[in-house]
């Protein structure tokens, strides 16, 4: 189990954009698990929606690939680089996340050559999938 400042030591990503909590379990390289406490206090609250709060899909998406980029950052030999998105392909949002919900964040490393590879991931409010896609990333320098 990884927490929040041991997150911080591997991601570069700071508040208000970092969106990943806690690791659960993880097989570097491979595949993760991850934590997103969705609260009130979420900056993006104030705006989407003022009378029905909802969490934006592309930062369901964000946490997604936060979460794969922990994965791969754990990696001896990416320590310390950036992972920036390439694509993401086959997006789908099957429920609305609210204050109070709790992400499960599921991403699997699917390929991973040199600098690029591709990821799929699952978000899960509960046992109901809120989201899902397929990703291709890029390592920076």
């Known amino acids: 189990m990884m927490d929040i400042n041991e997150i911080k030591k591997i991601l570069p990503h700071r508040y208000p954009f970092l969106l990943v909590d806690r690791v659960e379990e993880m097989e570097p390289g491979k595949s993760i698990t991850a934590i997103k406490n969705v609260t009130v206090n ?12 909802v969490m934006p899909g592309v930062l369901i998406l964000e946490s997604l690939a936060q ?15 950036i992972v920036y998105f390439g694509s993401i392909d086959k997006a789908r949002f099957r429920r609305k996340v609210v204050p109070g919900d709790t992400l499960t964040l599921k991403v699997e490393i699917i390929r991973l050559r040199g600098r690029a590879g591709t990821g799929a991931g699952k978000a899960y409010v509960g046992d109901a999938l809120a989201a899902e896609c397929q990703f291709m990333f890029m ?3």
Do not use: C, V
Request: avoid cysteine; aromatic fraction near 14%.
């Open 139 to 141: 390592m920076g320098e």
């Open 42 to 53: 979420e900056e993006f609250f104030q705006g989407h929606f003022p009378e029905e709060p």
């Open 67 to 81: 979460t794969g980029a922990i994965a791969l950052l754990s990696l001896e030999e990416y320590a310390g680089k």
